[in-house]
Every structure is written in structure tokens, then in C-alpha cells.
């Protein structure tokens, strides 16, 4: 017996009519319903049910869309017919042949490669020619073809990936539905209005399988804490509350850190007080009781090394900390709360001079200061080395209002034309080192220093235009080798405190940015110290903080929005207390506890630029909070920092271009 085909095309336009009913009304949407055979998308059995509403079952344990929602997120992407696409979660490849009908080109990205060769094959046999199919991770988007007119993610996504957002074209459009799995998901729409600028809205409430690899999730209710509404109570119980950051009683917290000689201190923004300020707090404790021996900070080097003259008293006047900061983001470090934590460092080291505490700066944002600095040493110590530096380093003085141009230059070129010479400097200068009276001296190692970041600022000119997490990982692993060389020059118990974002001092593991290659100094000190760390992370719900609207604006005091749902900060903000330490360390807490914090969630991080409008793509991402931090620190409702006065406003430097998320 031949096999019938059944012509299925009055169930077809009767199903777009009810789409229409439902609200649908662009015409070239519509359309493309009408001209796409559904039942060749969906395995064959299932044939008979190709046109009512409904998602199925398809290969791969996976499903096809239901129509309606097809649709709907093919309107939401407003399409022209010029556009191109990309799609990530093919599927059964239906939702790419509407697509087809209705832009110029569309690419799509499936994880699983059986689905991804099936969908290839029936977008063929439709004559869909103007469709592209790869087998691979859709989080990464597709930059071979990058910019998109519009990227539509048809698998729900915990936090919105972020490459896709940097793959947009300016006017572009990303529709993707937001939630933890098993969750009702919102449909958000993301889009891009500046090189920059992200604007985002809440299109529909929908329902759709994971975009993975996602976590092992761990629901509430097998935790033993009933209900989400436990999990608040659990911290509650838990925490030590902080009524008031100068007279908090430290106790618990250096019996907790135990024999730690690296204490991380992180943030959640670059721009929030309080933070500074438990930061003091916990600081004088651990220099006055612990004998901790210097503080290195996310900060320019020679910047730090000013902060660190006053400090000292190799100056005896503020001249060096008001000289320090000069470049975008001054308030960074430039503000009222770390002032007065370096006029109490100045006067604990004239109150100690035999345990003078140092500090210094940990970042590469200074090629330029740096290089002078090389040769302002060598001057002094080797006038021939000196000389040939002054040449070599010459390589890199045209950017040198603008190192960015440097690495876009090299990039055009094809090789990177000054790296064999700022590598030499350096070389040379170790070469030197025995023959310099300084040579086994601080001066030594401060022109040491900048000839590191010289050599790591080049490479970071460059790796910012490759994308990806090349850059920050370029920047991560230069704050640990400079720690590393701070702790050798100190002498191998050294014992040091750090203050960074929480980005950078969190576990990278325990993070979704780590899925995109990115790694972190929090996490190359635990690979390196082990149980000799303590990381203490920070949060807050609302309030003000000082931030820029973009990158190298005047800041200003924006006001925090409440934490978003499923996040760390809207769990924490239902816990009775206002502010409280909380030990995550297993042996620390109540392990119930500790479980159900386990369980992925949305966490936030503010760097020096805020984007309220698009907080969730630009702002939070996934994270387990009890791998990333030993302990975190609540302040529930924060205030901004004061900038002091005084700057001659230098210009900023550049970072990576889709930099947000970047602390
Ligand atoms: N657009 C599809 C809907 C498919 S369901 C259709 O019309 O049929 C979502 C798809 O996303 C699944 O096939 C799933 O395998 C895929 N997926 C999940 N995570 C992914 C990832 N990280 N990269 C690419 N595809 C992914």
C-alpha cells in the first residue's frame, strides 16, 4: 500500500487565524506560519497534532515550540526583510524556517548534533536555502557572523549569556526567555542602542526547556528548609548581625579565617561606602591582631606606590594622595572612605615604625606611567640600559593617549609589533639586577613591577580585540603574579589583605562566566593556597551608589534597584537582620543551610559603570554562592560614596568593548 500524504493546509491557516486572534498582527509573520509545514518538523507520529497550539516532543528529549509562541518571538524581533538572524536552540529547525520566510539570513546553533543534522536535512528539503545550521554551544553566539540585526534564544537562559549581547548590531534585537528551569520563564527583550547602551523589557510570561549546561539544580524542599521561605529564616539564624560597621565586634571572624594569611575583601560595586568601610573595619583587626603586613589593592601600581609614600611617611605631605587617581574611574580609590582608612594605615605605621604596613596596587591600567618609571630607575642605575629602554619602549609612545589603537593596530597588521621589545626591557632589566645596588631593594622591585605591567598591558592592548575572556583572564593572572611578588619580596609567611571586586575575589568555578573560559584571581589564589585564603564576598539590595552611565562619563549617584528575581540579593533582602556577616565554609554553618544556598543563583555585580535600563543582561549572571565565597558580608540598603575633589580628569582608559560586566 503507497502511503497517503495527508494535505494538512485548512489545519494550517486554520491555526494561524486562531495566532491572529491571539494577538499576532504582523502580516509577514503571519505569512511565513502559513507557508511552513509544521508536520515535517515534528517526528512523524505526531503528525496528527502538527497544528494545534501545542509544543511536542521531539528527538533528543527536546521539543519543538509551540506555534503561538513562534509567533510571538519572531514579531517581538521586528524583523525587516533585510535582517539577518541568528537563533540559538534550532531544535526541529521550525522556528528557523519561519524565520527564513521572514529575514534575508538566518543562522542557528544546536547543541545537540543528531537534532542539528535532522534540521539541516528538512530545511533543505523545504528549499530553504538562505539558513545556515552548526552543531555547537548557542551561549557563545556566533561571531563569525556577527552583527545580527536580531538574536532569538528559544531555550530559557538563567542570565542572559553575555557574548550574545556584544554580537548585536547597534539597533539590534535579542529576545530570549529568562528563569531557572522548571520555572515560568519571561520572555525579555534586549535591545542594543549604543555601542554600549542596552535597554531591556518584559514581553510575556512563557515556559521553555534550559539552555544548558546549567547546574545541578537542588530545590528547596529537599533541603530539609521547607519552603523558599525557610531559607531566609535559616540566614537569619545563622548570621552574626552587624549593627554598626566601627563597632562591630570582629571576634568570630578571626577565629573563622584560622591560620588564612591571604584575607580577600571584596565589593559589589565600585561605588557603594560601605563597603569601603567594613573593608577598614576588618582590616585594622586583622593589621592590629593578626599581624597582617600589607594591603594590595585593585589599583594602578604607581598610583599605589603614591598612596603608599604618604603612608610610610617617605612623604610628609598629602601632595601624593592628591596626585593619585588622576585617570576615569578616580572615585574608585579617589573617595572619603579610603582617605580615611590611608590617614589611619599613616598613622598606625608612625605609631609601629618596626611593623610599618605597606600598599600597593595590583592592576596593569598604567602602561604609560609604568614605562616612564622603568627608565626614570635605569637612569639613576644603568644610563646605557636606560637609553636603549627610552628606544625599545618608543614602540608604544603613538598610543599613548589611547593604548586601545595600539592593539587595534596590531590586529590590522597581523603581529604584534612591540611585544619582542617590551619583553627585552624586562629581561634586560633582570639581568641587570645583581650589578644595581638597589637590586635586592624595594626601588628594584618597583621598577621590576613596571616593566611587568608594560609587558602584561601590551598583551592586554591586544587580547582585548580578540573578544572573549583572553583580556581579563590577561588582567586576573597578572594581579596574582604581582601578589606573588609581593609575598616573595615580603618573605614566604607573608600575610596579606586584598581588596578587589567581588569578581575578581570570588571563586571563577563557581560562576557561569567560568563555562566562557574566564578564570579569576580569587581562583588562582585557591588553586595556589589553598585553605590559606579567605574570601569574603559583598552584597547589598538598594540604595545609591556612585557610578558612570558609560564608560569614561562624569559618575554620578544612581540608585540601586532592588535585587532581581531569583537572585542572592532578593533572597538576602528577605532576612530579618539589615546587615550581618553569614560563614558559608562548611563546619560553618548549618550544612541545610549551605545546601540550599547551593543552588544556583542570580548574583550582581555593579563595576564602574550601571545600567539600571539593562540590569539583567548587563549586570548579573549565575553563581553559587557558597563555592564562590568562605563568607559573605550584607548591607542591605547602601549609600554612594563622596568623590573628593581635586582631579585634573585625565581620559580614560579603554576597556573591552562590551565591558559592563567587567569590574
Ligand atoms: N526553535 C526550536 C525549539 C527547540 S527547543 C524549534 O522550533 O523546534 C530548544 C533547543 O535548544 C533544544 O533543541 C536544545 O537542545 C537546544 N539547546 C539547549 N541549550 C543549547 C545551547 N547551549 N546551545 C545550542 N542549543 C541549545
Known amino acids: 500500500m503507497g502511503s497517503v500524504v495527508t494535505d494538512r493546509s485548512s489545519e494550517r491557516v486554520q491555526l494561524v487565524r486562531s495566532i491572529a486572534g491571539r494577538g499576532v498582527t504582523d502580516a509577514r509573520v503571519l505569512a511565513a506560519m502559513r507557508q511552513v509545514r509544521r508536520e515535517a ?31 510571538l518571538m519572531t514579531q517581538a524581533l521586528e524583523l525587516e526583510p533585510h535582517d539577518r538572524v541568528l537563533e540559538i536552540g534550532t531544535g526541529s529547525g521550525y522556528a528557523a524556517a519561519v524565520l527564513s520566510h521572514v529575514a534575508s539570513e538566518v543562522f542557528t546553533i544546536e547543541r545537540h548534533a543528531q537534532l542539528a543534522a535532522t534540521a539541516r536535512e528538512r530545511l533543505t528539503s523545504h528549499g530553504i536555502h538562505n539558513t545556515q545550521v552548526k552543531h555547537g554551544d548557542g551561549r557563545l553566539g556566533w561571531p563569525d557572523h556577527a552583527p ?34 522548571d520555572e515560568i520563564h519571561e520572555l525579555v527583550r534586549i535591545r542594543r542602542t549604543g555601542a554600549d547602551d542596552f535597554e531591556e523589557e518584559t514581553l510575556e510570561q512563557v515556559r521553555f526547556v534550559p539552555l544548558l549546561p546549567g547546574r545541578t539544580e537542588i530545590a528547596d524542599d529537599t533541603t530539609g528548609l521547607r519552603s523558599v521561605r525557610g531559607v531566609p529564616a535559616a540566614i537569619a539564624a545563622n548570621c552574626e548581625p552587624v549593627e554598626d560597621l566601627e563597632s562591630v565586634d570582629l571576634d568570630g571572624f578571626l577565629q573563622r579565617i584560622g591560620s588564612a594569611r591571604l584575607v580577600l ?38 598610583d599605589a606606590a603614591r598612596i603608599d609614600a604618604y603612608v610610610r611617611g617617605a612623604a610628609d605631605t598629602r601632595e601624593p594622595v592628591r596626585s593619585a587617581f588622576q585617570r576615569f574611574p578616580q572615585w574608585m580609590w579617589r573617595n572619603a ?39 626614570d630607575y635605569l637612569e639613576g642605575v644603568d644610563p646605557e640600559l636606560a637609553e636603549s629602554a627610552k628606544r625599545r619602549y618608543g614602540c608604544l609612545t603613538p598610543y599613548e593617549s589611547d593604548p586601545a589603537a595600539y592593539g587595534l593596530a596590531s590586529l590590522k597588521r597581523g603581529y604584534p609589533e612591540c611585544e619582542h621589545d617590551v619583553v627585552t626591557v624586562l629581561r634586560e632589566l633582570c639581568q641587570g639586577r645583581d650589578r644595581y645596588l ?31 575572556a583572553e583580556s581579563w583572564n590577561i588582567r586576573d593572572r597578572h594581579m596574582f ?23 575578581h575575589l570570588g571563586d571563577a568555578r563557581a560562576t557561569a562566566l567560568s563555562s566562557d573560559g574566564q578564570i579569576n584571581l580569587g581562583q588562582l589564589i585557591r588553586e595556589q593556597y589553598g585553605g590559606q ?33 531569583r537572585s542572592y540579593e532578593q533572597l538576602f533582602h528577605q532576612v530579618e537582620q539589615r546587615a550581618f556577616l553569614l560563614p558559608l565554609r562548611s563546619g560553618h554553618v548549618d550544612p541545610q543551610l549551605r545546601l540550599a544556598l547551593e543552588k544556583e543563583r542570580l548574583e550582581r555585580a555593579i563595576g564602574v559603570v550601571y545600567r539600571p535600563q539593562s540590569e539583567l543582561a548587563s549586570h548579573y549572571f549565575g553563581a553559587v554562592l557558597p563555592e564562590q565565597f568562605d563568607e559573605y558580608f550584607w548591607y542591605d540598603e547602601t549609600t554612594a560614596v563622596t568623590a573628593l575633589p581635586g582631579t585634573t580628569r585625565g581620559p580614560a582608559d579603554p576597556r573591552h568593548p562590551f565591558h559592563t560586566l567587567d569590574t
Not at 154 to 176: K, S
Not at 339 to 368: C, I, K, T
Not at 547 to 564: D, F, I, N, S, T
Open 481 to 503: 603574579s604581582t601578589l606573588q611578588a609581593l609575598i616573595a619580596f615580603h618573605g614566604p609567611a607573608a600575610k596579606a589583605v586584598v581588596w578587589a571586586h567581588n569578581s
Open 148 to 181: 545580527y540585526d536580531a538574536i532569538v534564544v528559544t531555550a530559557a537562559a538563567e542570565a542572559v549569556p553575555e557574548r550574545l549581547g556584544g554580537q548585536l548590531a547597534i539597533g539590534g534585537r535579542l529576545v530570549i526567555p529568562v528563569g531557572a528551569p
Open 438 to 468: 638597589t637590586g635586592q631593594g624595594e626601588a628594584f622591585l618597583d621598577a621590576e613591577q613596571n616593566a611587568v605591567i608594560t609587558r602584561d598591558a601590551e598583551r592586554y592592548y591586544r587580547a582585548m580585540y580578540y573578544g572573549g
Open 533 to 565: 585564603s579567605y574570601h569574603l564576598g559583598f552584597g547589598t539590595d538598594h540604595g545609591t551608589v556612585l557610578a558612570a552611565a558609560a564608560w569614561g562619563q562624569e559618575p554620578q549617584v544612581m540608585k540601586v534597584q532592588p535585587g532581581r528575581q
Open 41 to 71: 518538523f515534528v517526528p512523524p507520529d505526531l503528525a496528527e497534532f502538527a497544528y494545534r497550539d501545542l509544543a511536542l516532543p521531539i528527538e533528543s528529549e527536546q521539543t519543538i515550540s509551540q506555534p503561538y509562541i513562534v509567533a
Open 337 to 375: 572612605d579610603v582617605l580615611d582608612f590611608v590617614d589611619w594605615l599613616r598613622a598606625h605605621n608612625q605609631e609601629q615604625p618596626a611593623h610599618q604596613v605597606s600598599f600597593h596596587g595590583l592592576d596593569l591600567y598604567s602602561m604609560h606611567d609604568s614605562m616612564q618609571r622603568v627608565v
Open 265 to 302: 575583601l571584596g565589593e559589589a560595586s565600585h561605588g557603594t561606602s560601605e563597603f569601603y568601610r567594613m573593608r577598614h573595619r576588618i582590616t585594622r583587626d586583622l593589621i592590629e591582631r593578626a599581624g597582617f603586613q600589607f594591603v594590595a589593592v585593585e589599583a594602578d601600581w604607581p
